[in-house]
């Protein structure tokens, strides 16, 4: 597949995380000789990490010629589709598109997106706005202005994370908006939630489907989307909360307190996590608050120290 001589497809991309870099061409090296290259500033925080083999490049022409991007809607709910780079790229997360009937959201970013999935999302949303691109965390930012651009839409991350973002070329300030406050709303029942701890920007996406025209055979309660502000088990019914995935560094008890206080005001059953089959469905905010309240006694706090009121 050819794609044009737009500079966006030469910015570096670290292979680990997905994250575009302004510059292009940088430098690889081996653990052990981190002078000779560049760094991906966002793996090298204790929350990422930089494989053993040391740190790597690439851009979004040298993925374009072996990767392609395919719609997957969510088994319980055709309103959910799942956006996955075959085969699998970075940290492998899927974004998906949330499509309300005041309009959709893309949820989360990777690194790629085909062209031919570019044409089925502008046609997909062509009879209702396509609201923006909503980034929960910077594990997630991928080549987020790049996607933005291609997408005709704006970019939405929290500007408590503004210091993590790695574009700062003058296409930024066309398509990226770094929003203040703890809430973000695009539409009627379709709002972005800032709950801090994994990174002070965290945030979780919230829909309330209620608010949509019923439609038999589909769900008309809430969802959460986590990423990484929270966690589903593997069980599917516990949620973990960490600073760190990689490095198993948990979150400390006072952020999941904050979490689950920007959380506590919105009722949803399901949840869904970054990962194809990571879902929960059913009392999922009962789930959270359970869940919150073992993490926080595991972790040393007895009930008296602590409170998360239902």
């Known amino acids: 597949m050819s ?91 899927t974004p998906f598109i949330v499509n309300g009937y005041r309009g959709s959201v893309i949820w989360d970013c990777q690194a790629y997106l085909s062209n031919s999935a570019v044409a089925q999302i502008r046609e997909s949303t062509a009879d209702k706005p396509l609201l923006g691109i909503a980034i929960s965390h910077p594990h997630f930012f991928g080549s987020s202005v790049t996607w933005a651009r291609k997408l005709g839409c704006k970019v939405f991350i929290s500007a408590k994370d503004k210091e993590w973002f790695k574009r700062d070329d003058s296409k930024v300030g066309q398509v990226v908006e770094f929003w ?75 952020d999941i307190q904050g979490l689950w206080n920007a959380l506590r005001p919105f009722t949803f059953e399901d949840i869904y996590g970054a990962w194809p089959g990571n879902t929960s469905y059913g009392e999922g905010r009962s789930k959270v608050l359970k869940s919150a309240r073992r993490f926080i006694e595991m972790e040393g706090w007895t009930k008296g120290e602590y409170k998360l009121e239902d």
């Open 3 to 93: 794609i044009s001589a737009d500079d966006d497809y030469d910015r570096s991309i670290c292979t680990t995380c997905g994250t575009q870099y302004s510059s292009s061409g940088r430098r690889p090296y081996p653990i052990g000789d981190e002078k000779s290259g560049d760094g991906c500033v966002i793996c090298l925080d204790e929350r990422q990490y930089v494989l053993p083999t040391g740190q790597n490049w690439t851009s979004w022409r040298n993925i374009d010629k072996d990767h392609e991007t395919k719609l997957v809607p969510e088994e319980n709910d055709r309103r959910i589709v799942r956006i996955m780079t075959e085969p699998g790229f970075g940290i492998g997360q």
């Open 180 to 254: 203040e406050g703890d809430r973000k709303i695009f539409a009627e029942g379709l709002t972005m939630i800032r709950c801090g701890g994994h990174f002070p920007g965290s945030c979780v996406l919230h829909w309330d489907r209620s608010m949509e025209p019923p439609e038999p055979g589909l769900p008309n309660t809430g969802v959460v989307f986590c990423s990484d502000t929270f966690a589903i088990a593997a069980d599917h019914s516990k949620m973990s909360f960490m600073y760190s995935y990689p490095n198993m560094i948990p979150l400390p008890p006072w």
